[in-house]
């Protein structure tokens, strides 16, 4: 992995923002993610609002939108001190990446939280069909060229377990089908110490 560039927080948000897939989208909601991916649409709030109203840009904002019980349940005890970049990801480094200690995704992997398990019980078939439609969707998208949102990863510090922020669904089908990536893949990433304190950590 390598840096490319330090970015704001605000930018990390707009990116956030821009996926339409919330952090705690379950299966069912894949295929309509999808669809508005593909066809580039925006949550209603777009960044370019969101720096235009009186809600804080940032954390703050984002634990403001959606279903606010779940949103606010999933930001508590996330650090305010970190700091966010822009990098470069190698394709064998996604398989090292771990979902967040949510049931879902601690359920799909036996408890390993690592996307790559997720991937192989998916390609065995282990996984029930229509719920693995919805990740074969978004793969074949990605294997017709449609580029989708970076990943957003956290991490105490560099060379500490990489852990996803928001891109759930993405990071499992890129590693359904490594084949179609590029050798390194955008991402970004936000460190601090802080994380570990945070519970989906």
Request: hydrophobic content about 45%; overall charge neutral; aromatic content about 8%.
């Amino acid at each position: 992995m390598r840096t490319i560039e330090k970015i704001t927080e605000e930018e990390m948000v707009g990116v956030f923002l821009k996926t339409e897939i919330t952090p705690h989208a379950l299966a069912v909601r894949f295929c309509v993610s999808l669809k508005r991916i593909v066809s580039g649409e925006q949550l209603l709030i777009t960044r370019t609002s969101m720096m235009k109203s009186r809600t804080s840009v940032g954390l703050p904002f984002l634990a403001s939108s959606g279903d606010i019980k779940e949103t606010l349940k999933f930001f508590a005890g996330f650090p305010n001190d970190v700091r966010w970049e822009r990098v470069l990801l190698k394709r064998d480094e996604l398989k090292e990446i771990k979902y967040i200690a949510w049931d879902y995704w601690l359920d799909i992997t036996d408890g390993s939280r690592l996307a790559l398990d997720a991937a192989k019980r998916i390609v065995s078939g282990m996984m029930d069909e229509g719920e693995a439609k919805g990740f074969w969707a978004v793969a074949d998208a990605v294997r017709q060229g449609i580029t989708l949102p970076e990943l957003i990863l956290v991490s105490a510090r560099k060379k500490d377990d990489l852990v996803v922020l928001e891109g759930h669904v993405r990071l499992t089908d890129y590693l359904l089908r490594p084949e179609n990536l590029p050798p390194e893949l955008p991402a970004i990433v936000g460190y601090s110490e802080g994380i570990r304190l945070w519970e989906l950590y």
